[in-house]
């Protein structure tokens, strides 16, 4: 299976920044990311989708998020960040990466959709 660790979360002001990372890596298996993507929950909320980006740099945001957020990957590390600024206290959740793609296990080919353990943003008024 294909791990996906997080990290960077906290707590800042309103009007402050952070930066997400979130680092892929497997044990036995080789594999290929195509799509990472973050998403957030925030309490008694679903979890929403926050920024996508696909193998060839490709993004997209959700509305809420647009001109504040930056999605980006680092394709030799296996690694995606989510840079964060004027951050709001509507910004304030948990925090989970998302990678799908493909891997090879004892030469068997699958699929594979993992989420990291999730990360918390708190953001101060």
């Known amino acids: 299976q294909v791990q996906l660790v997080e990290s960077g979360g906290g707590l800042v002001q309103a009007g402050g920044s952070l930066e997400l990372s979130c680092a892929a890596s497997?044990?036995?298996?080789?594999?290929?990311?195509?799509?990472m993507a973050w998403y957030r929950q925030a309490p008694g909320k679903q979890r929403e989708l926050v920024a996508t980006?696909?193998?060839?740099?490709?993004?997209n945001y959700a509305d809420s998020v647009k001109d504040r957020f930056t999605i980006s990957r680092d394709n030799p590390k296996n690694t995606v960040y989510l840079q964060m600024n004027s951050l709001k206290p509507d910004d304030t959740a948990v925090y989970y990466c998302?990678?799908?793609?493909?891997?090879?296990?004892?030469?068997?080919?699958?699929?594979?959709?993992?989420w990291g353990q999730g990360t918390q943003v708190t953001v101060s008024s």
């Open positions: 980006i696909t193998s060839d740099g490709s993004t």
């Open positions: 497997a044990s036995r298996s080789a594999f290929s990311i195509n799509a």
């Open positions: 998302n990678a799908a793609g493909t891997a090879i296990s004892a030469g068997r080919p699958f699929r594979f959709n993992s």
